[in-house]
């Protein structure tokens, strides 16, 4: 992999933000799943389900996104994780999964509130401090776009982000 950001280059300065103006680019997600994918793990992690997905974003905030999905499939993951990655038509739809206990249905909101910790992973390790996915859902959604959770088809929990696609220029020529 080369030196250079996995991101265009090509970035401005948003407006409205709490923090002031943050930088704004075209951002390849599949360029930060497999940049983040290349780090090891105690189980192994299909990839091959990562396609092009472009979006508009910030992108410190993006990666610490993808991050910390793989992360907790990982670390919930009894033998198999897999990220997938695709866009259709408008949006870009990132899956990442695993084969560990899952989320109770009643409980798939309340995963994405702060210091929230599922007993399963209370017990498991000592690690987290139930903000990550509180902190992911706040990025995404300051992106315009959504996360969820749903049952995997690995059988464990699959946490699903849609964020807007951004659109080639030269799409609107077809």
Not at 98 to 103: E, F, I, K, R, T
């Amino acid at each position: 992999m080369s030196d250079s950001a996995p991101w265009s280059t090509t970035c401005w300065r948003s407006r409205g933000s709490r923090r002031g103006a943050r930088p704004t680019c075209e951002v390849d997600l599949d360029e930060l799943c497999y940049e983040q994918l290349q780090r090891t793990f105690r189980v192994p992690i299909d990839r091959s389900g990562v396609l092009a997905g472009r979006v508009i974003g910030v992108p410190d905030e993006l990666t610490s996104v993808v991050r910390n999905l793989i992360d907790n499939a990982a670390r919930h993951a009894a033998t198999a994780a897999r990220v997938s990655l695709a866009t259709y038509g408008p949006t870009v739809r990132l899956c990442v999964e695993d084969d560990g206990p899952g989320v109770p249905m009643e409980l798939r909101e309340k995963v994405f509130e702060r210091f929230t910790r599922l007993q399963e992973a209370r017990s498991r390790d000592a690690g987290g401090s139930g903000l990550g996915l509180a902190l992911t859902k706040r990025i995404v959604e300051s992106h315009g776009g959504r996360i969820f959770v749903e049952s995997a088809a690995l059988g464990g929990a699959a946490f699903v982000v849609e964020l807007p696609a951004a659109l080639a220029d030269d799409e609107d020529d077809w």
